[in-house]
């Protein structure tokens, strides 16, 4: 088992970056591949990308293409997703999740540990 919490979110203005963690905790990150999500009010829960333990970054959203990056600090078992140029279309609250084995990670059911949630609002 793993506990993935996530921190780093607030209120920005629009252009701004901001850079999120999930820190790991019962279990280290690099057994896990790590996806990150975001769920806007009244709309579903939507896939951004998967940091595979490989190393290998897949990003899908074309929202963040571009503009979203993760990086792994295994001493802290802890994954940093980067996003840069924020938009208010970016408000949302950002989960990180944890999947064991899959080779299609898009969806949410392939994963099996989430985080809480940490809140992301850009103001225009």
């Known amino acids: 088992q793993v506990q993935l919490v996530e921190s780093g979110g607030g209120l920005v203005q629009a252009g701004a970056s901001l850079r999120l963690s999930c820190t790991a905790s019962?279990?280290?990150?690099?057994?896990?591949?790590m996806g990150w999500f975001r769920q806007a009010p009244g709309k579903e829960r939507e896939f951004l990308a998967t940091?595979?333990?490989?190393?290998?970054?897949?990003v899908y959203a074309r929202s963040v293409v571009g503009r979203f990056t993760i990086s792994r600090d295994n001493a802290k078992n802890t994954v940093y997703p980067q996003m840069n140029n924020l938009a208010p279309e970016d408000t949302a609250v950002y989960y990180c999740?944890?999947?064991?084995?899959?080779?299609?990670?898009?969806?949410?059911?392939?994963?099996?540990?989430w985080g809480q949630g940490t809140q992301v609002t850009v103001s225009s």
């Open positions: 940091a595979r333990r490989s190393g290998a970054l897949e």
């Open positions: 999740a944890a999947a064991e084995t899959g080779l299609d990670l898009r969806p949410a059911n392939q994963y099996t540990y």
């Open positions: 019962g279990n280290t990150v690099s057994g896990f591949d």
